[in-house]
């Protein structure tokens, strides 16, 4: 279900890309070269396009709550990589930094004035 989800986002993804780059722009040097279109284009066209952006907008955002609440448990751990790779990296500095004290016992806590 999960990969399901994945695919949707993605094609939702190129289809959102695709809407933006097909709306004409509102403003600025490009919308003075394309103001012919406006006149001759259909104007529905223009109001399709935003809802489609917005609708494929929140399918995204809808898609991707429902991959992360159906990520298999396999791929869930406890650890993070990065506490795993610190544990794996200083557990055996750690062994190797241990030196038994001889002939010098710590005094009790209560001793020490």
Not at 12 to 27: E, F, N, R, T, Y
Not at 91 to 109: F, I
């Amino acid at each position: 279900m999960y990969t399901f989800f994945i695919i949707l986002i993605v094609i939702a993804s190129v289809l959102l890309v695709l809407a933006v780059l097909a709306q004409h722009p509102k403003s600025g040097m490009a919308a003075n070269f394309g103001a012919s279109n406006q006149v001759m284009g259909v104007r529905q066209t223009t109001d399709f396009l935003e809802r489609f952006t917005w609708g494929a907008s929140i399918a995204i955002v809808v898609l991707t709550l429902l991959a992360t609440m159906s990520v298999p448990k396999s791929h869930i751990s406890d650890k993070s990589i990065v506490e795993e790779n610190i544990q794996n990296t200083y557990a055996p500095l750690n062994q190797t930094l241990q030196v038994p004290v001889t002939g010098m016992e710590a005094a009790p806590a209560d001793s020490v004035k």
